[in-house]
Protein backbone atom coordinates (compact mmCIF):
# COMPACT_ATOMS: atom_id res chain seq x y z
CA UNK A 1 0.00 0.00 0.00
CA UNK A 2 0.89 3.36 -0.77
CA UNK A 3 2.61 5.46 2.37
CA UNK A 4 3.16 8.89 3.21
CA UNK A 5 5.19 11.22 6.07
CA UNK A 6 6.40 13.52 6.85
CA UNK A 7 8.40 14.62 10.37
CA UNK A 8 9.24 17.89 12.37
CA UNK A 9 11.14 18.60 15.40
CA UNK A 10 9.60 20.63 17.94
CA UNK A 11 10.91 22.41 20.61
CA UNK A 12 8.50 20.65 23.47
CA UNK A 13 8.89 16.82 25.52
CA UNK A 14 7.02 14.31 23.75
CA UNK A 15 4.34 14.80 26.50
CA UNK A 16 3.68 18.22 25.58
CA UNK A 17 3.78 17.21 21.59
CA UNK A 18 1.74 14.19 22.11
CA UNK A 19 -1.40 17.29 24.07
CA UNK A 20 -1.16 18.97 21.42
CA UNK A 21 -1.24 16.39 19.02
CA UNK A 22 -4.63 15.13 20.55
CA UNK A 23 -6.29 18.75 21.21
CA UNK A 24 -10.49 18.92 20.68
CA UNK A 25 -12.48 21.59 19.81
CA UNK A 26 -12.02 24.96 18.77
CA UNK A 27 -8.57 24.75 20.44
CA UNK A 28 -8.15 21.88 17.86
CA UNK A 29 -9.55 23.74 14.78
CA UNK A 30 -6.99 26.41 16.06
CA UNK A 31 -3.94 25.24 14.40
CA UNK A 32 -4.94 22.20 12.50
CA UNK A 33 -5.51 22.74 8.75
CA UNK A 34 -6.92 19.91 7.76
CA UNK A 35 -9.79 20.18 9.71
CA UNK A 36 -13.01 21.43 9.48
CA UNK A 37 -14.83 19.78 11.79
CA UNK A 38 -14.48 16.75 14.23
CA UNK A 39 -15.98 15.13 16.99
CA UNK A 40 -15.82 12.34 19.40
CA UNK A 41 -18.93 9.29 18.64
CA UNK A 42 -20.75 6.96 20.60
CA UNK A 43 -20.35 9.44 23.54
CA UNK A 44 -16.47 9.47 23.82
CA UNK A 45 -15.10 12.77 25.66
CA UNK A 46 -11.61 12.19 25.11
CA UNK A 47 -9.70 9.98 22.84
CA UNK A 48 -8.44 6.23 23.77
CA UNK A 49 -7.98 3.05 21.89
CA UNK A 50 -11.33 1.86 20.69
CA UNK A 51 -12.79 5.07 20.43
CA UNK A 52 -14.40 6.87 17.30
CA UNK A 53 -14.55 9.88 15.88
CA UNK A 54 -16.20 11.63 12.64
CA UNK A 55 -13.47 14.13 10.79
CA UNK A 56 -15.30 16.49 8.18
CA UNK A 57 -11.91 17.66 6.06
CA UNK A 58 -11.71 21.44 4.86
CA UNK A 59 -11.78 19.90 1.07
CA UNK A 60 -15.07 18.33 1.76
CA UNK A 61 -14.70 14.04 2.26
CA UNK A 62 -16.04 13.35 5.67
CA UNK A 63 -14.46 9.68 7.65
CA UNK A 64 -15.20 8.12 10.60
CA UNK A 65 -12.13 6.48 12.21
CA UNK A 66 -11.25 4.46 14.99
CA UNK A 67 -8.18 5.07 17.42
CA UNK A 68 -6.57 1.65 17.24
CA UNK A 69 -3.73 2.63 19.50
CA UNK A 70 -2.99 4.81 22.04
CA UNK A 71 0.14 5.16 23.96
CA UNK A 72 0.81 8.41 25.61
CA UNK A 73 2.91 10.09 25.26
CA UNK A 74 4.77 7.85 22.48
CA UNK A 75 2.38 6.98 19.73
CA UNK A 76 -1.48 7.10 18.05
CA UNK A 77 -2.99 4.95 15.48
CA UNK A 78 -5.77 5.11 13.99
CA UNK A 79 -7.81 3.21 10.99
CA UNK A 80 -11.17 4.16 8.67
CA UNK A 81 -13.83 2.79 9.35
CA UNK A 82 -15.62 4.64 6.88
CA UNK A 83 -14.75 7.11 4.72
CA UNK A 84 -14.53 8.56 1.32
CA UNK A 85 -15.69 6.32 -1.83
CA UNK A 86 -12.19 6.45 -3.10
CA UNK A 87 -9.87 4.96 -0.19
CA UNK A 88 -10.61 0.89 -0.03
CA UNK A 89 -8.21 1.86 3.06
CA UNK A 90 -6.55 4.51 5.00
CA UNK A 91 -4.81 4.35 8.34
CA UNK A 92 -2.41 6.69 10.28
CA UNK A 93 0.34 6.75 12.73
CA UNK A 94 1.61 9.64 14.87
CA UNK A 95 5.02 9.02 16.65
CA UNK A 96 6.41 11.11 19.51
CA UNK A 97 10.30 10.85 20.47
CA UNK A 98 13.01 12.00 22.37
CA UNK A 99 15.28 14.52 20.25
CA UNK A 100 18.00 16.36 21.72
CA UNK A 101 16.04 20.06 20.92
CA UNK A 102 13.01 18.36 21.85
CA UNK A 103 10.73 16.48 20.18
CA UNK A 104 11.02 14.79 16.66
CA UNK A 105 7.26 13.89 15.57
CA UNK A 106 6.89 11.56 12.36
CA UNK A 107 3.35 11.19 11.03
CA UNK A 108 2.56 8.48 8.68
CA UNK A 109 -0.54 7.48 6.35
CA UNK A 110 -0.67 4.54 4.67
CA UNK A 111 -4.01 4.01 2.22
CA UNK A 112 -5.11 2.25 -0.89
CA UNK A 113 -7.10 3.56 -3.67
CA UNK A 114 -10.61 1.67 -5.14
CA UNK A 115 -11.71 0.61 -7.60
CA UNK A 116 -8.18 -1.32 -8.28
CA UNK A 117 -8.72 -0.56 -11.82
CA UNK A 118 -7.39 3.30 -11.25
CA UNK A 119 -5.05 2.63 -8.53
CA UNK A 120 -2.17 3.16 -11.36
CA UNK A 121 -3.22 6.60 -12.36
CA UNK A 122 -5.07 7.61 -9.02
CA UNK A 123 -1.88 6.46 -6.27
CA UNK A 124 0.72 9.09 -8.01
CA UNK A 125 -2.06 11.72 -7.53
CA UNK A 126 -2.72 10.73 -3.50
CA UNK A 127 0.76 10.32 -2.81
CA UNK A 128 0.79 14.19 -3.89
CA UNK A 129 -2.30 15.09 -2.77
CA UNK A 130 -1.52 13.26 0.81
CA UNK A 131 1.61 14.37 0.74
CA UNK A 132 0.84 17.78 0.28
CA UNK A 133 -1.76 17.91 2.87
CA UNK A 134 0.81 16.19 5.36
CA UNK A 135 3.42 18.03 5.09
CA UNK A 136 0.60 21.20 5.85
CA UNK A 137 -0.52 19.69 9.09
CA UNK A 138 2.77 18.55 10.17
CA UNK A 139 4.15 22.56 9.80
CA UNK A 140 0.59 23.63 11.45
CA UNK A 141 1.58 21.67 14.43
CA UNK A 142 4.98 22.70 14.88
CA UNK A 143 3.65 26.15 14.77
CA UNK A 144 1.20 25.15 17.19
CA UNK A 145 4.03 23.51 19.57
CA UNK A 146 5.67 27.07 19.84
CA UNK A 147 2.73 28.62 20.56
CA UNK A 148 2.09 29.90 24.10
CA UNK A 149 -1.89 29.79 24.09
CA UNK A 150 -2.05 26.74 22.75
CA UNK A 151 0.62 25.55 25.20
CA UNK A 152 -0.99 26.73 28.16
CA UNK A 153 -4.20 25.19 27.38
CA UNK A 154 -2.64 21.52 27.17
CA UNK A 155 -0.96 22.18 30.55
CA UNK A 156 2.62 23.20 29.60
CA UNK A 157 4.13 25.34 31.51
CA UNK A 158 7.27 27.95 30.13
Aim: glycine letters at 10%; proline letters at 8%.
Amino acid sequence: MPQVSAEVVVPVPPAVAFAVSQTTGSLRLSWDPFIRRQYFLDGATEPGKGVRTRTLARLGPAMTSEYVSYRPPTSVGMTMVDGPWFFARFGGGWRFEVHPKGTRAVWKYTYSIRPAAVRRVAEPIGQWLLGREIRRRIEAFGAACRDREILAAVGATA
